[in-house]
Nanobody
Framework: VQLQASGGGLVQAGGSLRLSCTASGRTVGINVMGWFRQAPGKERELVASISIGGSSNYADSVKGRFTISRDNAKNTVYLQMNSLKPEDTAVYYC?????????WGQGTQVTVSS
């Protein structure tokens, strides 16, 4: 399975970005999909996740600003990020569990200027 992420970039504080991640290859068995992020000097942290049934989970720091969604037919997960803050600056990684095994996509840089 390959995870291809896109949608990162540079945005001013208060702006919005939408990340997308599509799984390809042997996608049977994929369940939870989500996004993690890692800022310089910090550990990778969960941003949001969504189950195949649509149940979602968010980090407290992004609740009310970010929305995760998915299209199961396209094996794609989205992260709509609104009201972005400079502290949201990080490399964002797509993640999924396939038969319980975590898989990672390449990171996409999100930079929020103040």
């Amino acid at each position: 399975v390959q995870l291809q992420a896109s949608g990162g970039g540079l945005v001013q504080a208060g702006g919005s970005l939408r990340l997308s991640c599509t799984a390809s290859g042997r996608t049977v068995g994929i369940n939870v999909m989500g996004w993690f992020r890692q800022a310089p000097g910090k550990e990778r942290e969960l941003v949001a996740s969504i189950s195949i049934g649509g149940s979602s989970n968010y980090a407290d720091s992004v609740k009310g600003r970010f929305t995760i969604s998915r299209d199961n037919a396209k094996n794609t997960v989205y992260l709509q990020m609104n009201s972005l803050k400079p502290e949201d600056t990080a490399v964002y990684y797509c993640n999924t569990l396939r038969f319980g095994v975590p898989l990672w996509g390449q990171g996409t840089q999100v930079t929020v200027s103040s």
